[in-house]
């Protein structure tokens, strides 16, 4: 699998057009406040993205972040901007090819910011352990549409755990699937590396999470992706696929149901491009100046991370008021064609 990959993307695609799905997203969803720092990245970078989503969570100044399959650098040098001059981001990848387009500009774009902090490195996702990474030293990272590509998911999320700060998040986007991927599918080459044919099923990526040490994973975002070549979208049959962006925050002994405690957070605002809201998931919407009830993980992802500067908590765990109302469980990714949210808390 490491060999296709590597030639799907380092020989096969030399443009983002060149991808056969709609998995890979437009300028167009690219938040209006982003687009500047999208305008400092290298024309050669931009032109060679594969992504599926937007991998920018926020307060991240000052922070050291790790991009996993960084590609050609469109994140990593978006990301560097965002951390700053007192922030790091590293860029890991195998395939050589794209590695060597992220290198060549790399001192382009440091005399662009006025500062070079991004160090980019050739590895495997899978095999964090082996690289010169110590655990437990960064605070954020990211990736994009690359683990639906290794061989060995379960391996990438525990050496993300690993590499992680407690109270450090993976925030990442890929490619899911509403149902267990056939074989055949699977063995497809241009499928896979169309990132549908290492789709993991949500829901069996919500069990890798968990058995990985990240006890309760937030979907942030999602959209259905199309199949635009005929061939492609036959074999496939009645699989749905969606992009969709997670995050995986490395909390110890988060509770595995959303548990009412009768506890509310207070946003106070204050967080770049959050002024009058924070958005820290899909079904939480925080409101700035209002008492927004949360259940005790909420509680603590809040509390016990970045964000806590930033935010009044109301109660304790002291009193238990059982289940938070409506939490319930199903197809966690909107419908193409629209529809009611799922039940949660």
Known sequence: MHALVQDYYGRE?????????????????VPDWLKPLLANVHPEVLARYYGCGLVCPPLLE???????????GRDAYLLSQLVGCSGKVVGLDMTVEQL?????????????FGYDNVRLIEGYIERLDALDL?????DVIVSNCVVNL?????????????????????????????????????????????CLGGALYWNDFLRLAK?????????????????????????????????????????????DACED??????????????????????????EVGRAFAVCGNTYRMLRETRFAPYFDFIGDFSRHHG?????????????????????CC
């Not at 695609?13 to 969803?29: E, M, P, V």
């Open 323 to 343: 289940l938070f109302e409506r939490c319930g469980g199903g197809l966690p990714f909107d419908a193409a064609t629209g529809g009611d949210a799922p039940s």
């Open 100 to 112: 060597a387009v992220a290198r060549r500009h790399r001192s382009w774009h440091a005399a662009r």
């Open 134 to 138: 110590a655990p437990g030293s960064f």
């Open 13 to 29: 695609l030399q443009h983002t057009n060149d991808l056969k799905t709609t998995a890979c997203c437009d300028a167009s969803q």
């Open 211 to 255: 058995a990985a040490g990240f006890g309760d994973p937030r979907l942030v975002a999602d959209r259905p992706i199309a199949i635009t070549e005929p061939r492609l979208a036959a074999r496939t049959g009645n699989l749905r696929f969606h992009s969709a962006t997670h995050r995986l925050f490395k909390i110890e002994n988060l509770e």
């Open 62 to 72: 000052g922070c050291r972040v790790l991009d996993l399959g960084c590609g050609t």
């Open 261 to 286: 405690y009768g506890q509310a957070v207070i946003y106070r605002g204050g967080i770049p491009q959050h002024a009058s809201r924070l958005l820290l998931d899909k079904h939480h919407d925080i």
């Open 150 to 194: 290794s061989p060995d998911k379960p391996a990438v999320l525990r050496g993300v755990h690993r590499l992680l700060k407690p109270g450090g998040e993976f925030y990442f986007s890929d490619v899911y699937a509403d149902r267990r991927v056939p074989e055949d599918v699977r063995d497809d080459p241009v499928l896979y590396g169309e």
